[in-house]
């Protein structure tokens, strides 16, 4: 009784994809589909004033293209056993990242970094830990293809299996023109509901023009920290975004061109001249990513030498466990490693270290140290976290 209820609530304005798939002798029923009648705006979708401006219509995203990448993004059809979505590891909730350190994708395997939230891609052109993609179009059909994640090893069989199902053919005929199903198609329609998912309602943002006055004391004590020469928080997690502005679009690969901080602080470009490597320099730094002392010896050396993207620190609360490999559980603990936990290493940002290149220390106070916290949870955006046009269109 109650399962005919909910059916019949769902069938007004809904689609329902009611197709049978085979697992074996057992046949599985596939969850429905429920799409509104009336497409959901998503070119209207537009970065507030001061993280940019841009409106998502002016940069290649149609409506009907989002909501097609948005049913992608929640589909376990995309993996190889139908049960794994790009969705399993990002969920909306948590900023779009995944509450353990590794998630589980393909078959029970389990990732060897932590799943990165979602934040303004708009604003990024380098994506991953290690800065290794370098716009959303490149990474959209990775994780499909990773043995780990989704397990998809050819987008032959991906591209006719969805083509198979009752309801793309329809929403690419939306979103595209015709009904055919490729991989560009579905490399341009999860973009572009990638690109929608915009972060800039927290209650940071809607302090911007009144100086945060609506900050307690004690997050404004924080966020005065947070900006301080001492501690130093952003000068690489920058204001507006909490990344670096810019640092991600001037990314220079190791190989063609160096980028250097030199002990003053100053960004030093230069060629190569053999390529590869960071040059030997000690305080070499790709711009946008950096080496934090969480290692003495990095088992995972990101881009080099325990050098990870400087991410942004959006919606920071939702989005533990931190660092690129989890590491930690809480805020409290992140901010007790800069604090005093920051260990040496010959690639040791010069952010973190003291006149004669040892590992430097805050030496902050309970206080202080609740007070960036507390500064750090007003970079929660609940509404994009609650919205429905990022949500699951799908239900059982
Ligand atoms: C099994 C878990 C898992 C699944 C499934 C998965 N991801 Fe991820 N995702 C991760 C992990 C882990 C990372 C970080 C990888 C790294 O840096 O090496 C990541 C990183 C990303 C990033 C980079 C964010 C940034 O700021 O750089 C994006 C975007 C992303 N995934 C989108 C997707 C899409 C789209 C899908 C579906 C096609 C997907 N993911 C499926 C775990 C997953
Ligand atoms: C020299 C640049 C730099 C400075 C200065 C810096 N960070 Fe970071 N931060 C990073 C990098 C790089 C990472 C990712 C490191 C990793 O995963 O190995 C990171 C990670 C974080 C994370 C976890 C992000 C996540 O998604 O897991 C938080 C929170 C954070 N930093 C807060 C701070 C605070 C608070 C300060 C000031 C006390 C600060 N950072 C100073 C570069 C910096």
């Excluded at 991989?183 to 945060?212: C, L, P, V, W």
């Excluded at 690129?324 to 290493?345: C, I, K, P």
Aim: net charge negative; with cysteine.
């Amino acid at each position: 009784m109650k399962k005919f209820l909910f059916t019949t609530v769902l069938a007004l304005g809904t689609v329902v994809a009611f197709e049978a798939c085979q697992s074996g002798d057992v046949i599985v029923a596939e969850k429905k589909l429920n799409l509104p009648t009336q497409t959901m705006r998503y070119a209207d979708v537009q970065l507030p004033a001061h993280l940019g401006n841009t409106r998502m219509g002016d940069i290649g995203v149609t409506d009907n293209g989002a909501t097609l990448g948005r049913v992608l993004f929640y589909d376990g059809k995309l993996s190889l056993n139908n049960q794994i979505a790009c969705a399993s590891c990002h969920k909306q909730a948590y900023g779009f990242s995944d509450i353990t350190q590794y998630s589980k994708g393909f078959e029970g395997a389990v990732t060897t970094r932590n799943a990165m939230p979602i934040v303004n891609p708009v604003l990024n052109s380098t994506l991953f830990w290690d800065s290794r993609s370098s716009s959303i179009e490149d990474l959209a059909l990775r994780p499909v293809k990773n043995h780990i994640e989704m397990g998809m090893e050819s987008m032959e069989m991906l591209t006719k299996k969805l083509a198979n199902t009752s309801y793309y053919p329809d929403l690419f005929e939306k979103a595209f023109g015709t009904r055919e199903v490729t991989e560009e198609r579905i490399q341009s329609a999860m973009s572009q509901f990638m690109r929608t998912i915009i972060t800039g309602n927290s209650k940071y943002d809607q302090g911007m023009d009144n100086m945060h006055a609506n900050f307690t004391p004690l997050e404004k004590m924080g966020y005065n920290i947070f900006t301080s020469d001492k501690a130093k928080c952003s000068s690489c997690h920058m204001e507006p975004n909490f990344a670096p502005n810019g640092g991600n679009n001037m990314m220079i690969f190791p190989g063609n061109n160096n980028v250097f901080n030199d002990p003053n602080g100053n960004f030093v470009f230069e060629p190569l001249p053999g390529g590869g490597g960071m040059g030997g320099n000690p305080y070499a730094q790709t711009l946008g990513t950096t080496n934090i002392g969480l290692d003495k010896v990095y088992a995972d050396p990101g881009m080099g030498d325990g050098h990870f993207r400087i991410p942004s620190l959006r919606n920071i609360e939702l989005t533990g466990p931190y660092m690129h490999d989890g590491r930690f559980n809480t805020l409290a603990e992140v901010v007790e490693h800069y604090n005093s936990g920051v260990q040496a290493h010959p690639k040791l940002d010069h952010k973190f270290r003291d006149a004669n290149g040892n590992p430097t220390h805050l030496n902050l106070s309970e206080v202080e140290k609740q007070a960036l916290v507390a500064f750090l949870k007003t970079l929660t955006d609940k509404q994009m976290c609650a919205d429905t046009k990022y949500s699951d269109p799908f239900s059982n």
